[in-house]
DNA sequence: TGGCAATGGTTGACACACTCAACTAGTCGT
DNA sequence: ACGACTAGTTGAGTGTGTCAACCATTGCCA
């Protein structure tokens, strides 16, 4: 709809601009897979965020997600009542509770990362020469 | 976090998920540029998606933001509250509203595109040759 | 030891984003 | 001219997200 979106002035913006499009293809997969699994897009990504082999405090979910403390209590809950984390006590403050993911939330969990992991169309067709290149511009870049 | 967020199993999945930490990494910019210019981030990127060349129906902005129409009613309402967007008759069909945007809009609108197009500075700092390599192998995806 | 600032988490109030269903106004085919 | 259809708005309802106020707990330090 808007031009700027594709006249970048350098290779690097075309490239930039071009992810963005790469991107936006993703969001429909996402919320195809959220409501897939009952979950709402920012309960799907909190469960993506944890890690079943190791649990961390609320506030550690907080960071992770850039979002207020508050706010993450609600989605705890949501995944909670599905089942999918518990709260747990921490061993040596009792202020702290620590999320862990359960077998149910690891199961759905593994399935949900599975799904989003999936390429989009438009990298898995390129040559294996051309991934491979991509991925070693990109690993420059990101060190 | 988790560690299956850079865990993939072949090039191009290493790739896709390098470049998730680079549209991470854009999110607070978004936000604050959003704030910058009084913005909700729904409306920066309704206003960025507008052509002040080209005015749209209220249903193409809808289709392009990939949401409901009732839901753009909204937006729009508050881009024309702050003057920056115009609703104006369409000549052949009175049923449909075209964007306009305005003088003002426009202005905005430039500013918030060349601040939202600043390149990550991982990026940015690719040697010319990597960044041209990665334009290209990207071009050859996107067609 | 006792007091006090700081921290983790929850709650409540509020602002929106977003969807869906219902509605109005206008268009188009037959 | 009637009925099916479309563009847009409205209203209800759900959920996200922030902020401020509030406990319970911790840890410093006088």
Known sequence: MAADAVAPDTAAHEAWSLMGRLFMDMRPRM??????????????????????????????????LQCDNSNVTGLVDGLAAQGLVERREAEHDRRVRMLVVTERGAAVRARLVEVMAQLPSELAALSAADQRALRDVLRRALG
Chains 1, 2 share one sequence.
């Open 31 to 64: 919320l195809r897979v959220a409501s897939e699994f009952g979950l709402s897009p920012p309960q799907l990504i909190a469960l993506k965020t944890l890690d079943p082999a190791e649990p961390v405090p609320m506030s550690g979910l907080a960071q992770a």
